[in-house]
């Protein structure tokens, strides 16, 4: 059974950081692009940031220079490294991975930025 699991959204205040977390069981991970998601209350479902089986990183504009996303193969896990974070930043986070016609969505963590 394939399974992403995020963690690491909490409450943060404007400017602050959170390292978000996709732990992926039952897939080779490492065979898989991995894509960061976001949805915000009332919003469509956006991509934030990706990377290639083999490393290579993609953003979109209002993230670049701030999020950082990466990957361990070893540990199964993709991060997603959020700093100077700002409130237009709340959202639900994904992530997503894809290998061939295989198509896989974790269950999403909270980030709520406040003060």
């Known amino acids: 059974q394939v399974q992403l699991v995020e963690s690491g959204g909490g409450l943060v205040q404007p400017g602050g950081s959170l390292r978000l977390s996709c732990a992926a069981s039952?897939?080779?991970?490492?065979?898989?692009?991995v894509g960061w998601y976001r949805q915000a209350p009332g919003k469509q479902r956006d991509l934030v940031a990706t990377?290639?089986?083999?490393?290579?990183?993609t953003y979109v504009d209002s993230v670049r220079g701030r999020f950082t996303i990466s990957r361990d193969n070893v540990n199964n896990t993709v991060y997603l490294q959020m700093n100077s974070l700002k409130r237009e930043d709340t959202a639900v986070y994904y992530c997503?991975?894809?290998?061939?016609?295989?198509?896989?969505w974790g269950q999403g963590t909270q980030v709520t930025v406040s003060s």
């Open positions: 997503n991975s894809r290998h061939s016609v295989a198509d896989y």
């Open positions: 039952g897939i080779i991970f490492s065979f898989y692009h």
């Open positions: 990377i290639t089986s083999g490393g290579s990183t």
